[in-house]
C-alpha cells in the first residue's frame, strides 16, 4: 500500500491560558502564521467578552454534545466582528459547551475571507461525516480573487493543523496511507472489511461491507453508530449488506470491527494481516522489540 503524500512538516502550537485553568479559555498560536485562536468554555463566556479576539473579523465554530446520537453538534459562523454573533448563540443556542475564534493578528482577513472559510469548514465538515452539523443551510462560495482565494486556503490549512491539536478533529477526512501502512482484513458474518492504523484512529476503507443484522451482544453505542452512518450515507444498502462508500475513521479497532460485524467485537484479533497476523501480536511484538 503505498501513498504519493508527502511528510507533513514539523511546527510548534502555542497555548496561553490567562486563567491559570487547563480547562479554562485558551489562546492559540502556530508558528509561522498571522491567525490566532480562542477557546471559550461556555461557563467562562461573560467574563471573556471583553477580550480583543472577540472584537475581530473573524470564522468561529460551536461544539457540544448531541442529544440523540455519540457524534459532537457543531455549528460554524462566521462574524465582523465575531463577539456580537457569539453574543446572539449565548442566549439563543442550548448545545454548544465551547466555542473556538480564529482571527488575523493583523486583521487582513475581510468579509469574503470569512465567508469562504466558512464556506469550507462547512464543506469539510459534511465530507468527514464525523460531526452532527448544527447548520440549517450550506453557504455559497463568495467570489474571491485568485489571490484571495489562495490566501484564505493558506489561513484554513492552520486551522486545520491547529484543530486536532486542541481536540476537534471532526473536519479532517480520514488520513490516506503511506509506504509503510499495514493493511489489516476481517472476515466475520458474511461480510469483509479492510482498514489500517492512524494517528487518529483506526480507518476502514471504502468498499469494505457491514452486516445488515445486528446481534444481542452489540451495545447501544455501536448501534447508533450504525445508524448514524446509514443516515450520514457512509453505508450503502447492497441488500445483503451495507458498504462503506468513503473511507471513515473510528476511534478504535473494536468499535470498526463492531460496526462491520453487527456485534461487540475485539479489534486487536479481528482484524489480521494477509498473512493471518492479528493487530495484537504486531501491537505485542513491536513493545517486545
Known amino acids: 500500500m503505498t501513498s504519493s503524500r508527502e511528510r507533513p512538516r514539523a511546527f510548534s502550537v502555542r497555548l496561553f491560558l490567562p486563567g491559570g485553568d487547563p480547562d479554562g479559555v485558551k489562546t492559540v498560536e502556530k508558528?509561522?502564521?498571522?491567525?490566532?485562536?480562542?477557546?471559550?468554555?461556555?461557563?467562562?463566556?461573560?467574563?471573556?467578552?471583553?477580550?480583543?479576539?472577540?472584537?475581530?473579523?473573524?470564522?468561529?465554530?460551536?461544539?457540544?454534545?448531541?442529544?440523540?446520537?455519540?457524534?459532537?453538534?457543531?455549528?460554524?459562523?462566521?462574524?465582523?466582528?465575531?463577539?456580537?454573533?457569539?453574543?446572539?448563540?449565548?442566549?439563543?443556542?442550548?448545545?454548544?459547551?465551547?466555542?473556538?475564534?480564529?482571527?488575523?493578528?493583523?486583521?487582513?482577513?475581510?468579509?469574503?475571507?470569512?465567508?469562504?472559510?466558512?464556506?469550507?469548514?462547512?464543506?469539510?465538515?459534511?465530507a468527514a461525516k464525523r460531526c452532527v452539523l448544527d447548520n440549517a443551510n450550506t453557504p455559497q462560495a463568495p467570489s474571491l480573487s485568485e489571490a484571495d482565494t489562495a490566501e484564505a486556503e493558506g489561513f484554513l490549512?492552520?486551522?486545520?493543523?491547529?484543530?486536532?491539536?486542541?481536540?476537534?478533529?471532526?473536519?479532517?477526512?480520514?488520513?490516506?496511507?503511506?509506504?509503510?501502512?499495514?493493511?489489516?482484513?476481517?472476515?466475520?458474518?458474511g461480510v469483509k472489511g479492510k482498514g489500517y492504523e492512524a494517528s487518529t484512529g483506526f480507518v476502514v476503507q471504502a468498499g469494505s461491507q457491514a452486516a445488515k443484522s445486528e446481534t444481542k451482544s452489540i451495545g447501544a453505542n455501536l448501534t447508533e453508530i450504525r445508524r448514524l452512518l446509514v443516515e450520514q450515507g457512509v453505508f450503502a444498502d447492497r441488500e445483503q449488506y451495507y458498504e462503506m462508500i468513503q473511507d471513515y475513521t473510528f476511534n478504535s479497532p473494536s468499535t470498526a470491527a463492531g460496526v462491520l460485524l453487527g456485534r461487540s467485537s475485539n479489534g486487536r484479533t479481528e482484524w489480521k494481516t494477509t498473512d493471518g497476523r492479528t493487530l495484537k501480536s504486531i501491537q505485542e511484538a513491536e513493545v517486545d522489540k
Open 31 to 126: 508558528s509561522n502564521w498571522t491567525g490566532r485562536g480562542l477557546v471559550i468554555p461556555r461557563s467562562l463566556f461573560a467574563e471573556t467578552r471583553s477580550r480583543e479576539e472577540l472584537g475581530s473579523t473573524g470564522v468561529y465554530i460551536l461544539v457540544g454534545p448531541d442529544e440523540k446520537s455519540q457524534l459532537p453538534r457543531v455549528y460554524v459562523g462566521e462574524g465582523d466582528p465575531i463577539g456580537p454573533r457569539l453574543d446572539q448563540h449565548a442566549k439563543n443556542k442550548d448545545f454548544w459547551t465551547q466555542a473556538i475564534g480564529f482571527t488575523s493578528k493583523d486583521q487582513n482577513l475581510n468579509k469574503a475571507h470569512i465567508q469562504f472559510l466558512e464556506y469550507r469548514l462547512i464543506g469539510l465538515a459534511k
Open 157 to 189: 490549512s492552520d486551522i486545520l493543523l491547529c484543530l486536532p491539536v486542541l481536540g476537534y478533529g471532526f473536519f479532517d477526512e480520514a488520513p490516506a496511507p503511506t509506504q509503510s501502512t499495514l493493511e489489516f482484513t476481517l472476515s466475520a458474518r
